[in-house]
């Protein structure tokens, strides 16, 4: 990326412009020495296993709190 002037990256009233343009910029994807995919699986299953418990314990509490709103 080259580098400009600070002053040719005002605008008229002072502010910083800033360029998004890519000249010549590879992308290149990084990927662990695991692999991408023994990752997500981990932590996909504890992405699914917090959400059921989650669910499961707003069950019980709906549950529990229907249940006391009739007897009280």
Do not use: P
Request: charged share 20%.
């Amino acid at each position: 990326m080259e580098y400009q002037s600070s002053v040719e990256n005002l605008d008229e009233d002072g502010y910083t412009q800033l360029d998004f343009s890519s000249h010549n910029i590879t992308r290149r994807s990084v990927v662990s020495e695991k692999g991408l995919c023994a990752e997500s699986s981990h932590w996909r299953l504890i992405a699914v296993t917090l959400g059921i418990l989650c669910s499961v314990i707003l069950v019980i509490t709906v549950v529990l709190s229907t249940s006391a709103g009739f007897k009280g």
